[in-house]
């Protein structure tokens, strides 16, 4: 998504060790809030339990490495029919 005409996209993780992780903040400026699966759901609603209604879980499973082709395509696919967007 990152580069796509009118989104404003920014990553952040869950896990503790993440290159960037989510904070409080960075919910409150996203409209929708993607996760792969529902612990990533979880910790973002632990920290900021009024974004109920802006995290879509998409039923991934986290065992990817970051930019792994197989990924980026399955991840295409859940947000063309989320965002109802070609990519």
Excluded: C, Q
């Excluded at 409080?24 to 009024?50: C, G, Q, R, T």
């Amino acid at each position: 998504m990152k580069g796509k005409e009118d989104f404003d996209v920014k990553s952040a993780g869950t896990w503790m060790y993440a290159r960037k992780r989510v904070s409080k903040a960075l919910i409150e400026w996203a409209d929708i809030i993607f996760v792969m699966e529902n612990y990533h759901k979880d910790a973002i609603l632990s920290i900021s339990p009024e974004a109920k209604e802006k995290v879509i879980v998409l039923n991934i499973p986290d065992m990817y490495r970051r930019n792994d082709p197989r990924l980026v395509e399955i991840l295409r696919k859940k947000l063309m029919e989320h965002l109802k967007i070609e990519l």
